[in-house]
């Protein structure tokens, strides 16, 4: 089975070749298929850079990479890349429905393959059934961050990039949507790079947590966090094995910032 | 004292009131000052010129509609045309914008002669003072609302793989029409500004018109019952334009 990512020394910045503002720098990285990957690290460490590179939105300056085999570009036309913002971005004039439909409507004439309707299965899915008709701004942040969920699992991507995309929201339904997301990733064995601030997030959710610093952005800490879980990436979070590696997390990224 | 808000009922009686109270000290206190009916009628003379010359007033009121309502309908459209083109095409707009900016801070009273002088004395040069009016309002607008949708936007059509026109017609065009219509709303009166405006250059018909022959003969009963019918019109476009966005946009 071929890795989801493998990035080599590669180089990110802005600016352009000659006057460029590097955000990573000489990153080696190698996620497996099926994986779920947690990015933590300080502001401006370019771990959101590092999703838009995989999700072809930025080209890297330099080095290699190759998502699911292949190249960014052809990875984003083929719609295998699914991607979840911070903020729902969800369309205000569109009912709930036809978000979770946007990319039936858009972007069709790159597809080689047929995707279906799966809206209603997919909002069932995320606790929404019944919500279909409502417009996003009767819903609350937690339920918008689920319909942009079901929205990027419509294509049925084989890579999920979420960028923070409960920072937004209040513990208790942070808590509840992370043990949804776990659920579905069983489920659908979608590799997920899943960008976060919170250690104790990162650690409850990621079989591996990767801790990036800043200036330029580049791999400080790389934590299997399997030995320390049972099957199916099971764990509680007061566990004293997940304390340990929080604690040990914590100390990488005081380090890093 | 700390003010609460109104109850529904008071926030409806209170304006009709007050424009009551206006209206009745205007019908009483100022012939009792002594001022005279050729200077300011009272509200009673002003109706009673509806009654008595209806006709007359409608036979002017039709032109000044004709005319603000093509001016609003093509300038309009052409501010929103020429953004699309601009938000396309960043050369163009690097180009252009500033001329365009340049125009809009002749006054249109400046610039009316001009136009009548290309356009002759027809209903045309009032349609195009009107439009021109329009213009640029929606122009600035209409081009802040196509590029007011958020990077996190764009990246998600990105991700799509959306077309050109796909982000247009999906994204960027329904996150400018708020914008649009907040100066469709504005561009309702200053259509009828236009037209008015036009219409004392040079014509012998419409609302400004009378306006003019109204004051040049005293008949002031008259010109304010032509103002009256002017705000009524630009009262109307407003409305039908509030109408159209509370039917387009829902959220």
């Known amino acids: 089975m071929t890795n989801a990512i493998e990035a080599s020394r590669l180089d990110v910045g802005y600016g352009g070749r000659q006057v460029a503002v590097k955000v990573l720098s000489g990153l080696d990285l190698t996620v497996k298929t099926g994986s779920f990957l947690s990015i933590l690290g300080p502001s401006g460490c370019g771990k959101s850079t590092l999703l838009r590179v995989v999700a072809d939105l930025l080209d890297p300056l330099g080095g290699t990479i190759s998502v699911l085999g292949d190249t960014p570009h052809a990875v984003r036309s083929r719609r295998d890349v699914g991607f979840v913002f911070q903020d729902s971005t969800l369309l205000p004039w569109r009912t709930v429905r036809d978000n979770v439909r946007l990319p039936l409507g858009v972007g069709q004439g790159s597809l080689t393959r047929k995707i279906e309707d799966r809206s209603e299965e997919l909002l069932d899915l ?116 997940i304390v340990a590696a929080m604690a040990e997390l914590r100390t990488a990224l005081e380090r890093a910032s | 004292m700390r003010q609460g808000p109104l109850s529904p009922q008071l926030s409806v009686a209170l304006p009709v009131l007050g424009a009551a109270s206006i209206l009745l000290t205007w019908q009483f206190l100022l012939p009792l000052l002594g001022v005279p009916a050729y200077i300011v009628p009272t509200p009673t003379a002003i109706a009673a010129v509806f009654q008595r010359n209806f006709a007359l007033l409608l036979d002017n009121l039709r032109p000044t509609l004709i005319e603000a309502l093509a001016g609003f309908v093509i300038g309009n459209a052409a501010a929103v045309l020429l953004a699309v083109l601009f938000v396309h095409n960043r050369v163009l707009q690097a180009a252009y914008f500033p001329i365009v900016l340049f125009f809009n801070t002749i006054p249109i009273l400046a610039l009316s002669p001009i136009i009548i002088l290309i356009f002759g004395l027809g209903m045309t040069p009032k349609i195009v003072i009107a439009a021109v009016i329009c ?45 649009l219509f907040s100066s469709l709303r504005i561009a309702s009166a200053t259509a009828v500004i236009g037209a008015i405006v036009g219409e004392w250059i040079g014509s012998d018909k419409g609302l400004g018109a009378l306006i003019i022959q109204a004051s040049f003969n005293y008949q002031s009963d008259r010109l304010y019952a032509a103002i009256v019918l002017s705000s009524g019109l630009s009262i109307a476009l407003f409305c039908a334009v509030v109408l159209v966005e509370r039917r387009t946009i829902k959220y």
């Open chain 2, 135 to 179: 213009f640029f309002p929606t122009l600035v607008n209409m081009i802040r609302g196509l590029d007011s949708a958020s990077d996190n936007e764009h990246e998600l059509f990105r991700v799509l793989s959306a077309t050109r026109s796909e982000i247009f017609w999906s994204l960027r065009l329904p996150r400018a029409l708020p914008m």
């Open chain 1, 126 to 241: 995320m606790g929404l059934g019944g919500f279909g008709g409502r417009l996003p701004h009767q819903l609350s942040g937690g339920q918008r961050q689920r319909v942009a969920i079901a929205r990027a699992l419509l294509g049925q991507p084989k890579l999920l990039l979420m960028d923070e995309p409960f920072g937004a929201l209040d513990e208790i339904t942070r808590d509840r949507l992370n043990d949804e997301l776990l659920n579905l990733w069983r489920r659908t064995g979608t590799t997920i790079l899943f960008v976060t601030h919170s250690i104790a997030e990162a650690a409850y959710l990621g079989e591996r947590v990767i801790v990036l610093a800043a200036n330029p952005g580049r791999l400080v800490k790389d934590l299997d966090m399997r030995p320390l879980k049972q099957d199916g990436n099971r764990c509680t979070r007061e566990d004293p094995a």
